[in-house]
């Protein structure tokens, strides 16, 4: 079955403790994403990836990190959380990004509470 | 700044009775404009890509339509299985902005 994984699905830690969120593909997929939800605020794009080694900073980077080493994985890295970091996260990838094949494939969400 | 902005906030309707959400966007050289459903505690499902004015797009109830500044969602006849948030969301290039989205609830 086609789809967009990540894990944890939940997680509470406290504030300063270096966490990191898992995103899976197993459809090929060029781009991938990270996306954090808040209530009111919509979607906002975290960092994204147009292949493997190629990463950029989308509209609120600031306090992430990511890594694409290899095509199916784009984990998201919190080196030292903050409570402002608390939100609703998503991964997406598509199969080319940019204008075409940019529909994407979003995966379950990790809610993440941060103490 | 890129903006998306979604109207109304929320959506109340009976099962039925027809009705528009909106999306109006301020992007510097849009290539494209979606639509996504979102049921609550799921990630975003793809509905729609709209590339230029004037384009519409169908799906079952659904019709998606995108002029120059905004885009339009029009649910025709919807069903209670239809309430859920839809997002619309601009690109350029390689980022997406999302706006906060309408909740749409059909009640039978």
């Known amino acids: 079955e086609a789809q967009v994984t990540q894990n944890p699905r939940y997680l509470i830690t406290v504030t300063g403790k270096k966490l990191t969120v898992t995103c899976s593909q197993n459809m090929n997929h060029e781009y991938m994403s990270w996306y954090r939800q808040d209530p009111g605020l919509g979607l906002r794009q975290i960092y994204y990836s147009m292949n493997v080694e190629v990463t950029d900073k989308g509209d609120v980077p600031e306090g992430y990190k990511v890594s694409r080493k290899e095509k199916r994985n784009f984990p998201l890295i919190l080196e030292s959380p903050s409570p402002n970091q608390t939100s609703l996260y998503f991964c997406?990838?598509?199969?080319?990004?940019?204008?075409?094949?940019?529909?994407?494939?979003f995966g379950p969400g990790t809610r993440l509470t941060v103490l | 700044e890129d903006q998306v902005t979604q109207s109304p906030e929320a959506l109340r309707l009976q099962e039925g009775e027809s009705s528009s959400l909106n999306c109006s966007y301020t992007v510097s050289g849009l290539r494209g404009l979606f639509w996504y459903r979102q049921d609550p505690g799921k990630g975003p499902e793809f509905l729609f890509t709209l590339y230029s004015a004037g384009e519409e797009k169908e799906k079952e109830r659904l019709k998606a339509t995108l002029t120059k500044k905004e885009s339009f969602l029009h649910i025709t006849a919807p069903k209670p299985e239809d309430s859920a948030t839809y997002l619309c969301a601009s690109s350029n290039d390689y980022k997406l902005s999302f706006g906060a989205g309408t909740t749409v609830t059909v009640r039978a």
């Open positions: 997406a990838s598509s199969l080319l990004g940019g204008i075409v094949g940019n529909e994407q494939f």
